[in-house]
């Protein structure tokens, strides 16, 4: 894995399911070249792996901050892992 990859686990708290917010941030993802996966958490909120270069992680984690316009995002946890090689961005 080049070194130039990094892997970024996000947890998005606030009104952010029923706002669009995984299709919004898949979207972003893919315009940005960016790996992973979107999903609702039974808890009400939304979990985000984005692996790919640096610059273009910190500007998918920087979409998450805010969401789409319906959204309201309360906080954003980031945790830094391992990159693990994901190939495409999904939606689950």
Do not use: C
């Not at 898949?26 to 909120?45: E, F, I, Q, Y």
């Amino acid at each position: 894995m080049p070194a130039s990859v990094v892997r970024a686990h996000a947890t998005v708290s606030g009104r952010v399911q029923g706002v669009w917010f995984r299709q919004s941030t898949a979207d972003k993802a893919v315009d940005l070249g960016v790996s992973g996966w979107v999903r609702n958490t039974p808890d009400g909120r939304v979990e985000a792996i984005f692996e790919g270069p640096p610059d273009a992680v910190e500007r998918a984690l920087d979409y998450v901050r805010v969401g789409p316009a319906k959204a309201y995002v309360e906080s954003v946890d980031v945790q830094w892992e391992k990159p693990r090689g994901e190939a495409g961005f999904g939606v689950r």
